[in-house]
């Protein structure tokens, strides 16, 4: 069992459409993260969300963070090509940082 | 944002030899850097802590023998694949960061064993 439960695994889309990712735990956390990463390449660091019911926004990318501190999403309005990757939620626990499975967005132009 | 470096980027190497990759933060002092492998549209599995100055703390499942972490300065850290073999072929990636929480990743190192 993970201890951050990431959805959709795989996710294909036109252009323009919009999406949500969802990264869900039943532990709280002080901060969870996101993360790009392109095939070939490191992850790059998205966003860092700290306070329960926190919004960041990030140009087409809107990031929450729940309540409880225990679940996060991803927001993308009107998906571009260029967005297509893989997403990665993570936290940190006991002192490292642990990772949902992963969202492979497509995005078809 | 922070930059770390990975080197090499790609390697092949042969069945029973060993390959050392760098893990090198460019422009802050790393005291703790972690290794991770990863497997093709999966996410990142983390291998080990390298601590700086000391051993490293493995995972369960990681054989330290195998992987050797040694992290001899505040700003590099080294990973060898000791007698690899074709299964460990993979793509690792380093990251090191000033809070735990928040890391900076390195390009990733292609492993291919022949």
Known sequence: ???LEQSPQFLSIQEGENLTVYCNSSSVFSSLQWYRQEPGEGPVLL???????EVKKLK???FQFGDAR???SLHITAAQPG????YLCSGEYGNKLVFGAGTILRVKS | GAVVSQHPSRVICKSGTSVKIECRSLDFQATTMFWYRQFPKKSLMLMATSNEGS????????EKDKFLINHASLTLSTLTVTSAHPEDSS???????RLAG??????GTRLTVT
């Open chain 2, 102 to 107: 928040e890391q900076y990743f390195g390009p």
């Open chain 1, 1 to 3: 069992t993970q201890l």
């Open chain 1, 60 to 62: 087409r990318l809107t």
């Open chain 1, 70 to 72: 225990k679940d996060s």
């Open chain 1, 47 to 53: 966003v860092t969300v700290v306070t329960g019911g």
């Open chain 1, 83 to 86: 967005d297509t990757g893989l």
């Open chain 2, 55 to 62: 051993k490293a703390t493995y995972e369960q499942g990681v």
């Open chain 2, 91 to 97: 793509f690792y990636i380093c990251s090191a960061g």
